[in-house]
């Protein structure tokens, strides 16, 4: 097949550009990038050969090599891993659609200093574009293991790249690297230098359990040194904690995750007894950008008795804490296993549990031993994590125990349901909270008057998944969890003979009005009833106890569930004087054509005020504007 050539995409472009003009100050990263997934040829290829022995594939001696040409100025990282095809190197290298570029770039550029930029690599899988950086042209030969023909990629990192077929590609992957001359002023080092590379290497890559070689250049009429071995491949989760570095669990963290920054904790477990395994895992410091897209690659690597089973083991933790990254080593389960198999194994299911239960101890720990880790772990996780209230109910309680919320007690400070169990008042029994888009729009929010004046605290909930776990979890320590947007609300205290009267005696005053109102709204609410939340406002919109929320009906409709339209329920203030006066007009009147439009605009506005939106918005504005017209 003829040499192709070929253009890349524009991000692609815009990309390599940024890289190759300095945009990261410390360019030694790129081996790290380069090994790393020499690295993951090589398990890929271990993994493979376990899953198909027939596969014309050479794993006596898994390795990677690192050769220098000092002459030349080249540098070359060789794996004889798993290899690629010529349709792979097309995709996986040609374009980089599937690595959110363009979430990439805008991270890129709104990176605040170099150690936040370097992380960025990794974490987006465009690792093997950071050669550009330290080179004017790097080339690419794979083939990939138990195909005949192998393939060579080479760009300048320019507008395009070529490709073509070769008959002599060996086993697995080279990346050749052209290098730029030596610039320490622009940290760019003198990568052809074997002490450079054994410091780089024992820096990023010492635990990788593949050995890295680099054979020494020879003096002049010396015999060929031997290979030299640049890392000690120790499992860092079998050795124990006195044994190991800070840093090199950092490390170990930095290279399974692709996120080169430090995590926020690292959890050690070992179970000992019938069935023994180790665990090492890691809560990242902040989310990645994709954790809540369906292709998110979830799970922690699965390892047996050292050896590489897994990447993204789902079965070993729940999908609530599908952030947590890390290794667990099992001494007793088959080498030849695969995912539906472990979705059923016991063992593994033991494992999930136990490792579950550490996690959430672990975030416990933190909330009450270190406020601020633990108000970062909050903002960056605490909205997947509380997916597991509506899914987990065996660790429910564990959940709730780790769990904060934001609530009218405070500003900035977020409760815990134990802290305002303590905070409720004498006469409490529920646990109040409201529902909505954003802080400031719910504080707004007219269900909120009475509970603001009497001082009663509210939690404030802003997050999807808040619509769904306060049904599924239902109450705490025998309070119920109550919406203050449903159901009536009575603040003002039972056997209140005062307060009593005072109802009843406006709601007999309001019975005509109500009545006459619930039928002119009839296509919209059920009911129109006297509120006990309201102080300010002269109406809202409330569901029904066991109704669904707007938002709730909206998320299902998102999801392409259909679900009826419920009619809801609306409260007037008797105490405000618009309610006063539409009262007045409609005893007086015996033409209540307009009214008609009052009862609508005063249903519209309550609707608005809770952040809906009018049904008719251009009658909705007619009448306004009609109204406005009369008043001047």
């Keep these: 097949m003829p040499t192709e050539t070929f253009e890349f995409q524009v991000e692609a472009r815009q990309l390599l550009q940024l890289m190759i003009h300095s945009v990261y100050s410390n360019k030694d990263v790129f081996l790290r990038e380069l090994v790393s997934n020499a690295s993951d040829a090589l398990d890929k290829l271990r993994l493979e050969k376990l899953r198909d022995d027939t596969l014309d594939a050479d794993v006596s001696d898994l390795h990677i090599e690192i050769d220098i040409d000092k002459d030349a100025r080249t540098l070359t990282v060789r794996d004889n891993g798993i290899g690629m095809s010529y349709d792979e190197v097309g995709q996986l290298i040609g374009t980089i659609a599937n690595s959110g570029t363009a979430t990439f770039l805008k991270e890129l550029r709104e990176a605040q200093d170099a150690a936040g930029a370097e992380g960025l690599i990794g974490q987006f899988g465009v690792g093997f574009y950071s050669g550009f950086m330290v080179a004017d042209e790097v080339t690419l030969v794979t083939r990939r293991a138990g195909e005949a023909k192998g393939t060579r990629w080479t760009s300048r990192g320019e507008a395009t790249y070529t490709l073509e077929t070769v008959d002599d590609a060996p086993q697995g992957t080279s990346v050749t690297l052209h290098l730029k001359p030596a610039d320490p002023e622009n940290q760019l080092h003198d990568y052809t230098s074997p002490w450079t590379i054994r410091e780089i ?12 070689r680099m054979v020494p250049e020879a003096g002049e009429g010396d015999p060929a040194p031997d290979a030299e071995t640049l890392n000690s491949m120790k499992a860092l989760w079998a050795r124990s904690r006195d044994e190991v570095s800070d840093d090199e669990y950092h490390e170990l963290y930095k290279h399974i995750s692709h996120d080169w920054r430090e995590p926020l904790e690292t959890i050690r477990l070992q179970a000992e007894g019938t069935f023994e395994y180790q665990s090492l895992l ?49 001494a007793d389960l088959s080498l030849n296993v695969s995912r539906e198999i472990l979705q059923q194994d016991r063992h593994i299911r033991m494992m999930q549990r136990r490792l579950t239960k550490k996690v959430l101890s672990t975030v416990k720990e933190i909330m009450t031993k270190d406020a601020d880790r633990y108000a970062t772990f909050w903002r960056e996780f605490g909205t997947v994590l509380k997916e597991g209230l509506v899914t987990d109910s065996e660790n429910r309680e564990a959940i709730l125990a780790a769990s904060s919320f934001a609530t009218t007690h405070a500003d900035d400070e977020p409760t815990t349901l134990a802290r305002y169990v303590e905070r409720m008042k004498d006469d409490q029994d529920d646990i109040y909270y409201i529902t909505g888009e954003s802080r400031q729009s719910i504080e ?16 404030l909930l802003t997050d999807p998944v808040d619509e769904v776990w306060v049904d599924a979890v239902g109450e705490y320590e025998g309070k119920k969890l109550r919406s203050v947007t449903k159901g009536e609300i009575d603040l003002e205290g039972k ?11 406006q709601t007999e005053e309001y019975a005509g009005l109500l009545g006459w109102m619930r039928e002119q709204l009839d296509e919209d609410i059920k009911e129109v009833r006297l509120s006990a939340r309201l102080t300010v406002s002269p109406a809202c919109v409330v ?16 999801m392409g569930q259909e679900v009826p339209r419920t009619k809801r329920i609306l409260e007037l203030n008797p105490d405000h004087v618009l309610v006063k006066g539409l009262n007045e007009a409609y005893k007086e009147r015996e033409d209540r054509s307009g009214l008609a439009e009052s009862a609508e605009l005063l249903h519209t506005l309550a609707v608005l005020a809770e952040g809906g939106q009018p049904k008719d918005p251009a009658r909705f504005v007619k009448l306004v504007a009609d109204r406005l017209e009369r008043t001047l």
């Design 444 to 459: 707004n929010s007219p269900h909120m008057e009475a509970f603001r004046d009497k001082g009663i605290e509210v939690l």
């Design 543 to 558: 569901s029904d106890a066991h109704d669904l929320t707007p938002a709730l009906e909206n998320m299902y409709r998102a």
């Design 282 to 330: 890691f809560i990242p410091s902040h989310a990645p950008h994709d954790l809540f897209t369906r292709d998110f690659k979830r799970g922690v690597q699965l390892y047996v008795k050292r050896v590489f089973i897994m990447d993204d083991c789902e079965a070993l933790l729940p999908p609530y804490l599908r952030f947590v990254k890390g290794v667990v080593d099992a």
């Design 495 to 505: 056997g209140d003979e005062k307060a009593d009267g005072e109802r009843e005696k």
């Design 201 to 212: 290497v024992k820096r990023y890559s010492d635990f990788i359990t593949w050995p890295i």
